[in-house]
T-cell receptor, first 114, second 111 residues
């Protein structure tokens, strides 16, 4: 069966510090991978998605970036965090091209920027 | 008009009752519809998928889709306190090729 691992679970970082969140998927090949952010009390915001190695689509202009160095690895980064980057970051995967199949989420990383 | 709309709630039902959660969407060419459950502080968990008009049942959950009315709902029979969570409706838009999430409805099941 497929599993998705996301770490760390919680993170407290000062403003201006760098960020690296990692996500890996097991049990499937060529997954579509996604990064979402959920601000407190708000809905899910799609940040990036990837349909293959090195292929990244950005949905929202921001100081975040994403990379997919391996088929089942997705990394979310920032060079300098802002207070507004605080939130619950969720990695997700799906099996089909496009988004017509359901997404399966990792456990999330709760980021607090102080 | 939001692409996917849900009443934020909270929707409060007594234990054992039927909880009815509703979702409307704006894109007429939407193809796939999903319900997720999100407990406080946790990530969303897929509980139902529905792709064609009508009802789809899975245990205590029934998803209902009416494409003509652009409406999808989730019924939870014999509601339990453990069902207390936020329920997210997600709609795949054929126009944009994206999965759009609603803001979620908070359900409270009181013992």
């Amino acid at each position: 069966s497929q599993t998705i691992h996301q770490w760390p679970a919680t993170l407290v970082q000062p403003v201006g510090s760098p960020l690296s969140l990692e996500c890996t998927v097991e049990g499937t090949s060529n997954p579509n991978l996604y990064w979402y952010r959920q601000a407190a009390g708000r809905g899910l915001q799609l940040l990036f998605y990837s349909v293959g190695i090195g292929q990244i689509s950005s949905e929202v202009p921001q100081n975040l970036s994403a990379s997919r160095p391996q088929d089942r690895q997705f990394i979310l980064s920032s060079k300098k965090l802002l207070l507004s980057d605080s939130g619950f970051y969720l990695c997700a995967w799906s099996v089909m091209a496009g988004m017509s199949s359901p997404l399966h989420f990792g456990n999330g990383t709760r980021l607090t920027v102080t | 008009q939001k692409e996917v709309e849900q009443n934020s709630g909270p929707l409060s039902v007594p234990e054992g009752a039927i909880a009815s959660l509703n979702c409307t969407y704006s894109d007429r060419v939407s193809q796939s519809f999903f319900w997720y459950r999100q407990y406080s502080g946790k990530s969303p968990e897929l509980i139902m998928s529905i792709y064609s008009n009508g009802d789809k049942e899975d245990g205590r959950f029934t998803a209902q889709l009416n494409k003509a009315s652009q409406y999808v709902s989730l019924l939870i029979r014999d509601s339990q306190p453990s069902d207390s969570a936020t329920y997210l409706c997600a709609v795949f838009s054929g126009n944009t090729g994206k999965l759009i999430f609603g803001q979620g409805t908070t359900l409270q099941v009181k013992p």
